[in-house]
């Protein structure tokens, strides 16, 4: 009988000035970039936590503590080949993934396919299986006013 989990991810990290601006794993042309101490990808971050979340495998933070020099302004992609490879290891495979970016501004359309292209390279998975959408609050909240971004992803796996 295979096994199939969901999990689910949250991420938000607040603009900085003099930082790039990275979301899954692909640099966004914008002024500001997104404060972390990684390279702050929320959107690679929301995917990770999804699939911890779905292997009950705990949270980035656990895997990855910001408490960690090692980890200081590392490409998340990097965080996301590794989670890879720890669901693996414990018999987990990568069904599909599922997420959305949640920016005001900068307008993220054309950067989707890269994105999508780039996250399923890292999870080795066939880019169909990698869903992203951008949409806005419509001028509310902290993203809405534009002082940063927040991400949602759900991941399902199988065993």
């Known amino acids: 009988m295979t096994d199939f989990r969901c999990g689910t991810g949250f991420d938000v990290h607040a603009f900085a000035e003099e930082r790039r601006l990275v979301l899954g794993g692909v640099e966004i042309d914008y002024p500001l970039g997104l404060a972390g101490h ?39 992609i990097i965080l996301l080949e590794t989670t890879r490879d720890k669901l693996i290891e414990n018999g987990w495979t990568i069904s ?4 959305t970016i949640i920016a005001q501004k900068p307008k ?12 399923a390279s890292a999870l080795n998975i066939d880019p169909d299986r990698v869903n992203i959408k951008a949409t806005t609050t419509e001028k509310l909240g902290f993203t809405g006013r534009g002082e940063g971004i927040a991400a949602l992803a759900a991941a399902m796996v199988k065993k």
Do not use: C, E, R
């Not at 599909?96 to 997420?99: E, G, Q, R």
């Open 108 to 119: 993220l359309a054309p950067y989707l396919d890269g994105m999508q292209i780039m996250l």
């Open 38 to 76: 990684s390279d702050a990808d929320v959107l690679t971050h929301a995917i990770i936590d999804a699939l911890l979340g779905a292997a009950g495998m705990g949270d980035i933070g656990t895997h990855f503590p910001d408490s960690d020099d090692i980890y200081k302004n590392i490409n998340s």
């Open 96 to 99: 599909n993934i599922d997420a």
